[in-house]
């Protein structure tokens, strides 16, 4: 029988506790492994004490007497002794679940100059991210404290690419990829495409592998071309800044990758929340059109640009994603009474006075889909990590069909990706997400407990 008294809070203290008896597991064997090394009864060739044979007979008792490999443990090893103070801490208090604390040590490795506010930082968002996101949220971290060495390392990581094939149990067999972001995001979104154009009763899992079979083994001939999509500031386009790009989906990279994937791109502009008397223009043609007035609209779509086109003016150094991320560490130090006033455009009209175009539409227009989606690269909902492209666009103040008018608008100041999983959550009630300032999603489970999600995380 279950204890009826549990409670989140007892659920997170037992798994800090549990995390933190990992921690001793590992730290124990470490220390074994270090007086075993030094066991004078280990001799080499000419009965010359072996240090390295030494260690190496330790970690075998280790791994026999736990069941692990001795890779596992020769890991355990490596980490415990390149972990920085402030990591290890973290661990050692139950902070960091192991994989975690693996990614931050391996991400660490030769951070230049890695201040104490950047290690809390890490840990921070480490301590809050599911396993599948860990990475992702460290890289926007890192490329936001040192955008050259993050681009230097990653030229350095992507000679690292790979294919690799592991037997599996019953016949099945299990292909790995790995390689630059970039690179794999455009095959996988070519397998998705292929995938979702059959008609198929099988599950997605099983149309998704015979799409990859189908395009690898050159069976579908006009595969779909690549298609990715990446979003950058007008500077950083222009060749102006150094700001790294987002490549949807799959998080930051550098401004040069950026510029290069962009070289290829067809372009198109997106001007957001244009409530003055502003224009679009457009760049240079044998007969140029004349401006166009975008008065009142929420999201205004230039033409497709060809490519190679970049735009000629821009902001250098951008500081909108750091004004948000001090925005939200001030919001996490607010009461949960103080996170409710917050709550910017409670109406869900996003600001507006009068609806913009297609407002009172339920559905959202390919240009405000576009908007929402690159804003937030996945489901908002704490630690998830499935696509933006791949959720529901949740009205966050819920759109009345009856008299769409009254209810919350289809704007992007009303717009979150969530998942189907946590989109049910929302929709019974259970869980509450709402729109506070610069686009920060705050949420509030069942119990009171508060999450922050802010662009670009």
Not at 112 to 123: D, G, K, S
Not at 224 to 229: E, F, L, R, S, T
Not at 233 to 262: K, M, N, S, Y
Request: proline share 7%; charged share 20%.
């Amino acid at each position: 029988m279950y204890d009826t008294t549990v409670s989140v809070d007892v659920l997170v203290s037992a798994k800090v506790d549990a995390q933190a008896s990992f921690a001793r597991t590992v730290a124990a064997s470490c220390s074994y492994i270090h007086e075993g090394s030094r066991r004078p009864a280990v001799l080499g060739p000419g009965g010359v004490f072996d240090a390295d044979a030494a260690e190496a007979c330790a970690v075998a008792e280790v791994a026999s007497a736990l069941s692990v490999s001795t890779g596992t443990v020769t890991e355990w090893l490596f980490l415990i002794r390149t972990a920085r103070p402030a990591v290890q801490e973290a661990f050692d208090a139950g902070r960091l679940a192991y994989t975690a604390f693996r990614t931050v040590c391996r991400s660490l490795a030769g951070v230049p100059n890695a201040t104490e506010a950047l290690l809390q930082r890490v840990i921070a968002a480490a301590s809050r991210c599911t396993p599948g996101a860990v990475t992702s949220a460290i890289d926007r971290i890192l490329a936001d404290f040192d955008a050259e060495w993050h681009r230097i390392v990653r030229e350095r990581a992507a000679l690292e690419r790979a294919a690799t094939v592991r037997k599996l149990p019953r016949g099945q067999a299990e292909l790995i990829i790995r390689g630059p972001a970039e690179k794999v995001a455009a095959m996988w979104r070519n397998i998705v495409a292929a995938a979702r154009g059959v008609t198929d009763p099988t599950s997605l899992p099983a149309r998704l592998f015979d799409a990859a079979h189908a395009i690898l083994t050159g069976a579908v001939s006009g595969a779909p071309a690549n298609h990715a999509v990446i979003v950058l500031d007008a500077a950083t386009a222009a060749g102006l800044g150094g700001e790294p790009g987002h490549l949807v989906g799959w998080g930051p990279v550098p401004a040069d990758v950026a510029r290069t994937i962009a070289e290829d791109a067809t372009w198109q502009a997106l001007i957001t929340a244009a409530r003055g008397a502003e224009f679009e223009h457009h760049p240079p043609d044998p007969e140029p059109d004349p401006p166009v007035p975008v008065d009142g609209r929420e999201v205004r779509r230039t033409r497709h640009m060809p490519p190679g086109w970049t735009p000629t003016t821009g902001k250098l150094g951008s500081t909108k994603a750091r004004k948000v991320r001090e925005q939200v560490e001030y919001l996490r130090t607010l009461s949960p009474s103080a996170l409710d006033r917050a709550v910017e455009n409670p109406d869900g009209h996003g600001g507006f006075v009068v609806p913009p175009d297609g407002a009172l539409a339920y559905r959202p227009s390919e240009a405000v889909a576009a908007v929402v989606t690159a804003l937030y690269s996945t489901c908002v909902h704490p630690g998830c990590a499935v696509p933006s492209e791949d959720c529901d666009l949740d009205h966050v103040v819920p759109f009345d069909h009856t008299d769409p008018q009254k209810g919350g608008w289809t704007v992007t100041g009303n717009l979150e990706p969530l998942c189907r999983r946590h989109h049910g959550l929302k929709t019974r009630r259970q869980w509450r997400y709402r729109m506070l300032r610069d686009g920060v999603v705050h949420i509030r489970d069942s119990h009171g407990n508060d999450y922050l999600t802010a662009p670009g995380e």
